[in-house]
């Protein structure tokens, strides 16, 4: 059984729907290989989950700041984390003039002892969410160094987005009949 | 001068109340030992406190992944700290009938050079979300490896989650007086 | 072209308006070095960039725990850390006396292989929010912690507080004209 989301997808392949935004083309929709959900949203926030900078099963630059990856690769990887999550949120919100304002960014830095530029990673994404929003795009931000990410990822990206209530659809694991949400308006 | 919840927790020992939630067993309500709350509530949605996996005092399994701790004893670990997050939740809001559906889980996985696996250990809380929950507990997620945590725990749980605005008592260093939260409906 | 908190305090500094709160000091706003927002509000929800330990581009104890710096340093570290956030937040919202109650706290610890006394450090800011603010300063906590912090700080400090759906400026990087924030009510 496919979900709403899967459903939308196939129906923009089929259509050859645009998937850019602002001019920004949004990679494809990476469905969780977890067990959890790409964005959950209640009362007009949506909560998208960590993503890492990978296409598909290929992971860009992995490897730690500081040691395996330089400066400019950790950037590079930030946007592609970043531009993973909003086609996550493109996905579960149907289209980004849904977002309100983007409210808070979590970037995770794979850090090697002694590296402390993690807002340089970090201001890739962050540059690059207000270009792809504008004035929408400002956030507050935390960046911090972890020891190890998953697939060995240089970057995680954590996004919190206020959302317009209406004609979502939920994502990953739903069937089409309960994916509906209902705005409140 | 104890707390509204301590006073819960004592009445459901003088009564033997059910402390089960759809067949999964809470373990008992532990008050922090440090300066903070359990658990805030504000506008339907609560924040619980980072959860680690301990039972009173006794910790379970701690070290670092990718060294003294196998994926097997994590995954154990992280449901443990998963129902003690729960039992914080279910002493905060009376019944986790009330939970909306879960919103977002962060997993702090200590990690040793070299451990990338954060993802399955996430999956043990994961999944037993959903097995509690049902589609209620659907989540979105992060997943990262930190470099300690604290009582040397191998692995750290933190959830936000959507809770119904009725009957709310607050907990933690609160008397009785100001521990019942009014409803704005 | 200045901004509107820039505004709010030059007016401060021309009339020697009083930038203590309930007998605290707050330091001067520091306004973001990278491409990020200090606070972002949304529907009575703020929530404050992680800040860091540093007054100007002087950083209080750099380091980490465990190797570099002791407790009672990156306890005072911490509670800089936190004044810091509070300036920030009192900067957007125009007086402190707007927080509803402090949400959630979360406190990245730079740690050394070994150290978990995470709670120790984090406790010093928690003492000082419930100074701060009495009943409304109770907040939930996550403690980890992390490899390394942006310019090698021991501490980093990040805040989501309810406010008050009134009289909002936003802050950093907007003109004074889209400064103000119409209120729901």
Chains 1, 2, 3 share one sequence.
Do not use: W
């Not at 929709?29 to 099963?57: C, E, F, L, R």
């Not at 946007?79 to 086609?87: G, I, Q, T």
């Not at 935390?142 to 998953?150: I, R, T, W, Y």
Request: glycine share 8%; with cysteine; aromatic share 6%.
């Amino acid at each position: 059984m496919s979900t709403k989301i899967e459903q939308v997808n196939l129906e923009r392949q089929i259509h050859g729907m645009n998937r850019t935004y602002n001019g920004f083309e949004l990679p494809p929709y990476q469905k969780p290989a977890y067990a959890y959900t790409s964005v959950q949203i209640d009362n007009g926030v949506a909560y998208v989950s960590g993503s890492v900078p990978k296409t598909g099963d290929v992971d860009l630059h992995p490897g730690k700041l500081g040691a395996d990856v330089t400066l400019e690769q950790a950037q590079e990887a930030a946007r592609l984390a970043l531009m993973n999550s909003l086609a996550s949120l493109d996905a579960a919100i149907g289209t980004l003039d849904a977002v309100r304002k983007v409210l808070k960014m979590t970037v995770f830095v794979a850090s090697a002892p002694g590296f402390n530029l993690q807002p340089k990673v970090a201001d890739a994404a962050s540059e690059l969410l207000r270009k792809v929003f504008g004035e929408r795009g400002a956030h507050a931000r935390s960046a911090v160094g972890v020891a190890e990410l998953p697939r060995n990822s240089c970057v995680e990206i954590e996004l919190t987005v206020a959302v317009a209530q209406k004609h979502f659809v939920e994502v990953d694991g739903r069937d089409a009949e309960c994916g509906v949400r209902v705005s409140r308006f």
